[in-house]
């Protein structure tokens, strides 16, 4: 299974709203999630673009969260 079929839907559709905007953006995290099975994964890079285009209030809460990917995963799949 693709991390991109375990991502929250909120998430998805926080980045669907920064589509319009920053469209070239928006392909690379799609595209970094579609291409990896586990957030562990995604370089510190992709992490970090993926962060920048969501809203505050879906940023991972603190270390452990950004660290395990739990800000970003439904529930079943949170470690």
Do not use: C
């Not at 319009?20 to 690379?28: A, G």
């Not at 579609?34 to 879906?58: A, H, K």
């Amino acid at each position: 299974m693709k991390l991109i079929d375990q991502v929250k839907p909120e998430i998805l559709d926080a980045l669907r709203e920064s589509k319009i905007t920053y469209s070239s953006s928006y392909r690379s995290i799609i595209a970094s999630l579609s291409n990896t099975e586990r957030y562990r994964q995604l370089s510190i890079d992709q992490v970090d673009q993926l962060i920048t285009f969501l809203p505050n209030e879906l940023h991972p809460n603190g270390r452990t969260d950004f660290y395990y990917g739990d800000y970003l995963l439904q529930k079943e799949y949170q470690v």
